[in-house]
């Protein structure tokens, strides 16, 4: 899968993952998390499958987004 349409679901799942969690968080934040996520999820989702299509990248995107978004929680309510 091209890395640019890697980037846009990563965001537009970070994004989506940021409104789940109704967190208040700025756009830019909100993307950066989800390509991460995407990052996160891709690697899962290459662990467990040959072959990829762009659903199951967005599935896996978004989980990895609202997990990241889960650990951030727990950092902030730590400080």
């Known amino acids: ?17 940021t409104r789940l969690m109704r967190m208040d968080t700025d756009l830019p934040t909100a993307m950066v998390i989800g390509v991460l996520g995407a990052v996160v ?4 989702f290459r662990f467990m499958m040959t ?12 989980l990895g987004s609202l997990v990241l978004l889960w650990l951030w929680q727990q950092y902030q309510g730590r400080r």
């Open 1 to 17: 899968m091209p890395v640019i349409l890697l980037v846009v679901i990563g965001a537009l799942a970070g994004v989506l993952a």
């Open 41 to 44: 999820g891709g690697m899962g």
């Open 51 to 62: 072959s990829a299509s762009w659903v199951g990248a967005f599935v896996l995107a978004l």
